[in-house]
């Protein structure tokens, strides 16, 4: 099957538009468009700057993909966005490129992104992301595979969401949110792990019980945050479990702070 492109649509001759994609009515792809294997650009969708998108992602209606920073440190240039396979971009999305020319936007495989949710210049976005409809990611968010970002949540700039955690619908994230854990208000705090997601992500009993573990001296327990770590670190029963690992590693690294 060739490439199929309706008589409507404005595919730059210069764009890169590999086997079987199916550019539909009143479209738009910009010269520097690269667009993988088996992709479908529903009709009034927009590819534009320099994006490279690989195999059987689907951008729908009236979607933006590759649009200019809102970064106003923007000084011009061909600043990038990079896209794995798979992913699913709905209605009225957006998703820019970086700021820098030298630099990207990297968007992972196998993520959802529902109506009018919004990636910002120069996050990093790992896979199989759900990001639900009216959410979005502020510049230079860094977001862990497997993450759920709920209807209408803002994620400050520079924030980091890890591995299999989940920020509610509605909430206002300006603090980093650990692997596993949930984060619900405004500004959110981590209320819990995220124990559904852990759940069907296929993690055992023993395992959501080791996150429960640590989230409980983290934030429920007497101890503030550097004791707390202390004391994972060196006495907890599971230290030496992965997930407690992960969990500390990520709490040390943090430069925002933990929500």
């Given at each position: 099957?060739?490439?199929?492109i309706h ?6 001759p ?16 910009g ?10 650009i529903?009709?009034?969708a ?40 798979d ?13 820098d ?13 529902l ?7 120069d996050?990093i ?7 639900s ?6 510049g ?5 595979d ?30 980093d ?10 500004p ?6 995220n ?6 992500s ?30 994972l ?16 590693a ?10």
């Amino acid at each position: 099957m060739s490439v199929e492109i309706h008589s409507s649509a404005i595919v730059d001759p210069k764009a890169q538009l590999g086997e079987n994609v199916e550019v539909e009515a009143f479209c738009m792809i910009g010269p520097n468009a690269c667009i993988g294997d088996g992709s479908k650009i529903f009709h009034h969708a927009t590819v534009e700057g320099r994006v490279v998108m690989g195999a059987g992602n689907q951008v729908h209606s009236y979607a933006t993909i590759g649009g200019l920073t809102h970064d106003l440190k923007y000084k011009g240039g061909n600043p990038g966005l990079k896209i794995g396979d798979d992913n699913v971009f709905r209605e009225y999305v957006t998703a820019h490129v970086a700021t820098d020319p030298a630099d990207e936007t990297i968007i992972g495989s196998q993520n959802v992104f529902l109506a009018y949710s919004h990636v910002a210049h120069d996050c990093i976005v790992g896979d199989s992301l759900v990001m639900s409809s009216h959410s979005a990611l502020g510049g230079h968010v860094r977001v862990g595979d497997c993450v759920n970002v709920g209807w209408g949540a803002g994620v400050h700039q520079f924030c980091r969401l890890g591995r299999h955690s989940m920020v509610s619908a509605c909430s206002k994230l300006v603090q980093d949110v650990p692997p596993f854990m949930l984060a619900d208000g405004s500004p959110a705090e981590v209320r819990s792990i995220n124990k559904v997601g852990m759940e069907r992500s296929g993690f055992s009993n023993d395992e959501i019980e080791v996150a429960r573990g640590v989230f409980k001296k983290l934030f429920k327990g007497d101890m503030n945050r550097s004791q707390a770590i202390e004391y994972l670190e060196k006495e907890f029963s599971w230290k030496e479990n992965e997930i407690t690992k992960e969990i500390i590693a990520f709490a040390q690294s943090s430069e925002r702070g933990l929500a």
